[in-house]
Structures are given as structure tokens and as C-alpha cells.
């Protein structure tokens, strides 16, 4: 006898009904007519604004940077202008401004400290001389250049008590900014109000 193989209605069902994802799809998926596609910003090049470094130093970072600074000025001063105290004085200048402008926020205070400092211990190779003669020497150094040590040390004072000012007064706009406006309390009916409303 033959037997008639029957499939389950199930199937069938399945078979014709869309698949749910499928129709998901292509509901979602494809690009809408009548909009662009978003583009995203291509990445600026690193450099390409042409900004000068700007590195933040420790207090002992900066007195590091100085005195390194000083005394490699120091040496080319010496092999290129004979070790003249005048040259090393205009270069000191500089020097002065640059740790001022680059020390940390926090530590602006050491900046007008460690510039005499490294003011001093530039001078060592202009000195000459040795053991006693070379002290000797940088007592001298000391005393005929004061100027350019004061000038340097002033110009790193006013720098960085113009960068604490102007965080300073940053850090009020900020904590105005942050505080909120006190509302003020209304009444309904002012004591005129209920007096005119009870002679009327």
C-alpha cells in the first residue's frame, strides 16, 4: 500500500510567512532618500595650527631648565664672544622669561627664586681661574652684574604675577558661573492690596 507522506501545517506556515529579521531589514537598513550621507570631519594634521610648545614645569623643573639653560649659554659665550659678561647678561633675559612662562600654576612662586640661582650657577664657566680664584671670580661677576641679575629676576616676578592674577580671576568667574541666582519670594497679596480691598 502506498502511504501519502503529509507534511505539518507548521511548515508551511513558516515557509510563507516573511522572516521577521529580513523585513527588519528592509525597513532599517538603507540609505534615505533626499539625505546626504553624514560625513565625519577628517582629523586636523598634529602641528598644523603652528603653535609654539608650551610645556608646564615643576618648581624644580624649571630651576633645572634655567640653570642648564645658563650655563650652556654660559660656554657658547665663552667660545664665541671671549666671555663677555654683557652677552651673558642679554641672554639671561630671555632665559628669565621662559621659566616664568612655563612653570606650572601651581609653582609660579618659585619661578623669581630659581632664576639668581641659576644666574650663579651659570656664571662658573666665565669665572675662570681655580679653587679660590674661581670663587673669587664669581663673587666679582656677581657684583659687577647685579643689573641684569635684578632685571631678570623682575622680569620673572611680573610674569608670574600677572599669570596668578589672571588665574585668580578666572577662578571667581568659574565659581560665579557655578553659583546660582537667589530667587526672590513673592507674595500673593500685598498688605495694600487686602487694605484697599477692604475699604472698597
Known amino acids: 500500500m502506498e502511504q501519502h507522506r503529509t507534511r505539518p501545517p507548521q511548515y508551511r506556515q513558516r515557509r510563507d510567512a516573511p522572516l521577521p529579521a529580513q523585513a527588519g531589514r528592509s525597513a532599517t537598513v538603507g540609505p534615505q532618500k533626499g539625505t546626504p550621507p553624514a560625513r565625519r570631519p577628517a582629523p586636523l594634521p598634529a602641528g598644523s595650527g603652528g603653535r609654539l610648545p608650551n610645556p608646564r614645569l615643576t618648581g624644580l623643573g624649571s630651576g633645572l631648565f634655567c640653570a642648564a639653560a645658563m650655563f650652556v649659554l654660559a660656554c657658547a659665550d665663552q667660545l664665541l664672544f671671549g666671555a663677555s ?116
Open 85 to 200: 659678561a654683557a652677552v651673558y647678561g642679554v641672554l639671561f633675559l630671555p632665559v628669565c622669561a621662559l621659566t616664568a612662562l612655563w612653570v606650572r600654576r601651581g609653582d609660579l612662586v618659585s619661578a623669581p627664586v630659581v632664576v639668581p640661582i641659576a644666574f650663579a650657577f651659570g656664571l662658573l664657566p666665565l669665572a675662570g681661574g681655580g679653587g679660590s680664584g674661581r670663587l673669587m671670580g664669581l663673587v666679582t661677576a656677581l657684583a659687577t652684574q647685579a643689573g641684569w641679575l635684578y632685571g631678570g629676576t623682575l622680569v620673572a616676578g611680573v610674569i608670574a604675577t600677572v599669570r596668578k592674577a589672571r588665574q585668580m580671576t578666572r577662578r571667581a568667574a568659574q565659581r560665579r558661573s557655578q553659583t546660582p541666582a537667589p530667587r526672590r519670594a513673592t507674595s500673593p497679596t500685598t498688605p495694600r492690596s487686602r487694605s484697599a480691598g477692604q475699604l472698597g
